[in-house]
């Protein structure tokens, strides 16, 4: 080994990984990153079965009810639960996935800013979760109904749908 190696300090086997030398500032710096990661997975607190099914529970419920209420006020119509996202899309030049993806990537920011620490927010990081989980039944919905237009398509080539 030359002076610019030596055995890995970090690693659980040693003997078998060598790296280039760190500067003892730099050496610190990641020590000091591995524990704090050692310590945050170790600390973090556990949750019974029964009690995560509970909160799942309330949280389809609350998903229901905040697809109900957007239902109401944003497409204006039970014919067509997408209508909000196509009046959009044709105001804009998106496909109505394209828009919701608009939507859904605001709620995706605040729960990435939340991960990353950031506690102040407008809205309760649970709220900006229910929204996201709204807006992926959604985009379920408009695939399937995407699929059934195109399986119709192909078994009825001259009907208009």
């Given at each position: 080994m030359n002076d610019l190696q030596?055995?890995?300090?970090?690693c659980p086997n040693p003997a078998n990984c060598v790296h280039y030398r760190l500067c003892d500032h730099l050496k610190a710096e990641v020590k000091k990153s591995h524990q704090n990661l050692i310590e945050r997975s170790t600390m973090q607190p556990e949750m019974p079965?029964?009690?995560?099914?509970a909160i799942?529970?309330?949280?389809l419920e609350q998903v229901r009810k905040t697809r109900d209420a957007g239902q109401a006020?944003?497409?204006?119509?039970?014919?067509?639960?997408f209508a909000n996202f196509d009046r959009v899309a044709a105001q804009t030049g998106m496909s109505r996935?394209?828009?919701?993806?608009?939507y859904l990537l605001k709620h995706f920011d605040g729960i990435c800013a939340y991960i990353k620490g950031h506690r102040s927010q407008r809205e309760p990081v649970q709220g900006r979760i229910i929204d996201a989980i709204v807006y992926l039944t959604l985009l379920y919905g408009m695939v399937v109904a995407s699929e059934?237009?195109?399986?119709?398509?192909?078994?009825?080539?001259?009907?208009i749908i």
């Open positions: 030596k055995i890995c300090e970090i079965y029964d009690k995560f099914t799942l529970n309330d949280l006020e944003y497409a204006h119509t039970t014919e067509n639960v996935e394209q828009v919701l993806m608009v059934e237009a195109v399986a119709y398509e192909k078994y009825n080539p001259h009907a």
